[in-house]
């Protein structure tokens, strides 16, 4: 069986990259979304263990004493972290799995000589419109809101180290897109749009 392919996803927060994503894990077979811990709060809606794996501070340095996390970072306060075990046991099962990470996540994986993903940013299409949606999603003080947008400007530098840009202004181009970026990390490595290997006549 040949290993699953690894989709690392940045964003600044608020660029819609949980609205975008939350569809084609739904449509697009045999692709894994890799639940981090983080000792963030939930907000409203969230459930423990399909959006995080919500955790206090001692456990989460409990769990990165212990070698578990694949990569972690401390984003706006917070620590997350990705769990090592469960990532590397989908790639092996031949399971695509979609990460959703901070920059500093991603430059810690492409140190790694071992993995061969490829690295995705979402953009929203001005600052103007990003602090809108934060604003409008209601998640957030206006505290985290100003931390969020300031970290905002420093991860826009960080796009040009990803292999691709999504500019998410209309979300059916976005998902669109993202889709087609997909299907052809598949098609390039002789798998079909179900993840499978090709049959062996081909
Ligand atoms: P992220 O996961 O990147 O922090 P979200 O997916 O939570 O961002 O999106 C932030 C807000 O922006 C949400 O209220 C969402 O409905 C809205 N949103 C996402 N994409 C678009 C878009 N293309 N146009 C307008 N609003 C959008
Ligand atoms: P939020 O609190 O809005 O869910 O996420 C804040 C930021 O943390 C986002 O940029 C998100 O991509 C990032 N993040 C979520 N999980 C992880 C993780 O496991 N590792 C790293 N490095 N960043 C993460």
Redesign the pocket.
Same mark, same amino acid.
């Given at each position: 069986m040949s290993q699953g392919h690894l989709f690392v996803i $940045?964003?600044? $927060?608020g660029a819609g990259?949980t609205t975008i994503l939350k569809p084609i894990l739904a449509q697009i077979p045999a692709i894994g979304f890799s639940v $981090?811990? #983080?000792t963030?709060q939930p907000r409203p809606g969230e459930i423990d263990g399909k959006d %995080?794996y919500f955790v206090s501070v001692e456990q989460f340095l409990d769990l990165r004493e212990e070698g578990d996390f694949l990569?972690?970072?401390e984003?706006?306060g917070?620590f %997350? &972290? #990705?769990s090592q075990q469960a990532v590397m046991g989908a790639l092996a099962q031949g399971r695509d799995v979609i990460?959703?990470?901070?920059v500093? &996540?991603a430059d810690q994986l492409r140190s790694r000589h071992d993995l061969t993903p490829t690295f995705i940013f979402i953009a929203p299409p001005s600052l103007a419109e990003l602090e809108r949606r934060l604003t409008d999603r209601q998640t957030e003080t206006e505290a985290t809101i100003t931390l969020r947008l300031q970290n905002a400007q420093k991860e826009f530098q960080a796009a040009a180290r990803y292999n691709y840009t999504i500019v998410n202004d209309n979300l059916e181009h976005a998902k669109a897109m993202l889709t087609a970026i997909i299907l052809e990390k598949r098609a390039a490595s002789r798998r079909g749009y179900d993840g499978k290997q090709l049959i062996p006549i081909l």
């Amino acid at each position: 069986m040949s290993q699953g392919h690894l989709f690392v996803i $940045s964003a600044p $927060s608020g660029a819609g990259k949980t609205t975008i994503l939350k569809p084609i894990l739904a449509q697009i077979p045999a692709i894994g979304f890799s639940v $981090s811990h #983080t000792t963030r709060q939930p907000r409203p809606g969230e459930i423990d263990g399909k959006d %995080y794996y919500f955790v206090s501070v001692e456990q989460f340095l409990d769990l990165r004493e212990e070698g578990d996390f694949l990569e972690w970072a401390e984003v706006h306060g917070n620590f %997350y &972290g #990705t769990s090592q075990q469960a990532v590397m046991g989908a790639l092996a099962q031949g399971r695509d799995v979609i990460l959703d990470i901070d920059v500093q &996540g991603a430059d810690q994986l492409r140190s790694r000589h071992d993995l061969t993903p490829t690295f995705i940013f979402i953009a929203p299409p001005s600052l103007a419109e990003l602090e809108r949606r934060l604003t409008d999603r209601q998640t957030e003080t206006e505290a985290t809101i100003t931390l969020r947008l300031q970290n905002a400007q420093k991860e826009f530098q960080a796009a040009a180290r990803y292999n691709y840009t999504i500019v998410n202004d209309n979300l059916e181009h976005a998902k669109a897109m993202l889709t087609a970026i997909i299907l052809e990390k598949r098609a390039a490595s002789r798998r079909g749009y179900d993840g499978k290997q090709l049959i062996p006549i081909l």
